[in-house]
């Protein structure tokens, strides 16, 4: 991903809720299911990392992009935004090149 892309991906996460938050039971294996099954139908995903979880940010949205074969845009604060783009013809987002 281009520094260009990574830079439109982050101006539209800008406006978005967080659709997921991650607490005091960390990552779950359901929680991790539900994210890719949002990535698969939204392509951009913005996850909310709660106070009471005693893991870093940086180190869950390398795990959560890992479980989901999706990217890391950003991690601001306790704030996750990942990208996976759709399959061929279900591509919502369209990226600059």
Known sequence: MTSKQRAYLKSLAMTMEPAFQ??????????TAAIDE???????????????????????????????????VQVIGKKIVLYRPGKDEKQKIELPR
């Open 22 to 31: 991650i607490g005091k039971a960390s990552l779950t294996p359901e929680l």
């Open 38 to 72: 949002a990535l698969a139908a939204r392509e951009l995903l913005k996850i909310s990392v709660l106070r009471n979880c005693m893991d870093d940010p940086h180190e869950l949205a390398q795990m959560v992009a890992g479980r989901t074969h999706s990217q890391v």
